[in-house]
């Protein structure tokens, strides 16, 4: 037996681990960070504040006393604040009964509701914050898409005799002329109209002068980001790779490989896949795929798992800050939104339970995208944290949502449930939070 052809799959494991606890160090962090900051400022003493559970690897008490740590099973994390019992915030009846008068107003069950409510939301709203500041972010880096259209770096395609330039302010391809970007409807019209030619005129502004030139179909059968866990990328697929054609029958175009795909019905499909002048030979099954839909609700479709794109590196320019912000609240928004519809279409049975994962599916996606790229990593992590967040605040005992629930129960009545039916209820809580992380870690082992 030969060790070493186990050494790439190996290294791909320790990779998919690392990534997966370096996303959710993160969240853990900023959530934890959010509980503890916001308490502190409303006047509640943070005991612990403990990145990961278990033995404790390094610890150091700071100038508040509350004492730092890093434990050794780094999969979640939590902040104890005086008079807790556990990491979940249960009330330690014994130590609230030894508290002197004077220190109560510092535990959590003897501030004011108030300021238990601001501690307990601050978790899932740092998570959302999170993830608006890393959209922004990553949207101010990249910049947006220049109108009209530019070609800024031609990217390497199967196309002979491309005479397109980096800097040509593209006005017409093959007759229909180039929309602005915002023309949603438009654009795709003009998408639509292109012809199946893997070669075709456009018509360009450069150095002030229209002229026309050879290029390649502006929306090629390229990759330009795959799927964790989806067909494309346990094929093998890498970015840059064109498809050149579908068992046997050359194509030209992403609407070409979408349209095949989408009437394969599930059938396997080979494919010529171009890659730095190279041609490989994959085969591989479309799976059924429950998307989202911007109207609302999900469709059901055969998917491959791979996002196309512009056969050049469109022209970029500055996005101003506002505008950042502006767009990292609506992705946060669409990203919160598309999960609770899927969480509801799954309940009512509209689409398959295997859409939720676990820890195992958790794990994979995060290898996956950093092996796509920094950047695709950084946007995982902003989309796991509004998931994150949103999790933390539904109405279940021991999540931050229960807690909510409990103090607008307060508010109401005037007096908080009695330990008793506390203990009950987070009994509960706990019970059908294992119950859910059981259904989704048999959904990661038997979902296909």
């Known amino acids: ?14 990779g998919m681990i690392a990534a997966f606890i370096v996303a959710l160090s993160v969240i853990v962090a900023i959530h934890e960070y959010g509980h503890y900051i916001v308490g502190r400022w409303s006047g509640i003493k943070a005991e612990v504040f403990s990145l990961g559970f278990g033995p404790v690897l ?13 434990a050794a099973l780094p999969f979640g994390g939590y902040v104890k604040f005086l008079g807790d019992a556990d990491a979940a915030s249960g009330k330690d ?21 108030w300021a238990r409510t ?35 770096a031609l990217k390497p395609v199967p196309a002979q005799g491309i005479e397109l330039q980096p800097g040509d302010e593209i006005l017409n391809v093959a007759g229909a002329d180039v929309p602005g970007y915002d023309e949603q ?51 093998g697929m890498e970015a840059g790779d064109v498809i050149t054609a579908v068992n046997g029958e050359p194509i030209s ?61 469109p022209g970029t320019e500055r996005m101003g800050a506002l505008d950042a912000l502006s767009s990292g609240v609506e992705r946060t928004y669409g990203v919160a939104a598309s999960s609770l519809s899927g969480l509801y279409h799954m309940v009512t049975g509209a689409i ?33 944290s509004t998931a994150v967040g949103l999790l933390n605040l539904f109405p ?36 059908l939070i294992l119950g859910l992380m059981l259904f989704a870690l048999f959904n990661d082992i038997l979902c296909p």
């Open 1 to 14: 037996m030969d060790i070493t052809a186990f050494i790439p799959q190996f290294g791909s494991f320790i």
């Open 58 to 70: 390094f610890s150091r008490m700071d100038k508040h006393g509350t004492r730092w740590q890093v």
């Open 93 to 113: 009846a014994a130590a609230m009964d030894a508290t002197p008068p004077e220190r109560l107003r510092q535990t959590m069950h003897g501030a004011p509701l």
């Open 118 to 152: 601001a501690t307990v939301a601050a978790g899932p709203i740092f998570n959302f914050v999170l993830s608006i500041l890393i959209f922004a972010g990553v949207m101010m880096v990249q910049g947006k898409m220049a109108d009209p259209l530019q070609i800024g």
């Open 185 to 235: 409807g438009s654009f795709d019209a003009f998408s639509d109209a292109l012809p199946d030619a893997q070669v075709m005129e456009y018509r360009v502004r450069r150095n002030g002068s229209e002229i026309t030139v050879r290029g390649p179909h502006p929306l090629p059968p390229i990759v330009t980001a795959l799927a964790p866990q989806s067909a494309a990328f346990s094929a």
């Open 253 to 313: 175009s992403f609407t070409q490989l979408k349209e095949i795909v989408e009437g394969s019905n599930g059938a396997p499909l080979a494919l010529d896949v171009w890659r730095e002048g190279e041609t490989l030979d994959l085969t591989l099954t479309p799976r059924r795929t429950d998307e989202p839909q911007q109207e609302g609700g999900f469709a059901t479709a055969w998917r491959i798992g791979i996002a196309g794109g512009w056969a050049f590196e």
């Open 352 to 384: 398959s339970s295997c859409n939720m994962s676990g820890p195992i599916g958790i794990a994979q996606t995060s290898g996956a995208m950093a092996s796509q790229g920094v950047d695709d990593f950084i946007w995982f992590i902003a989309v796991l």
């Open 396 to 431: 279940i005992p021991v999540l931050d949502g229960g807690h909510l629930v409990f103090y607008a129960y307060e508010a109401v009545a005037g007096k908080p449930p009695s330990d008793g039916a506390l203990r009950v209820m987070m009994s509960i809580g706990l019970t």
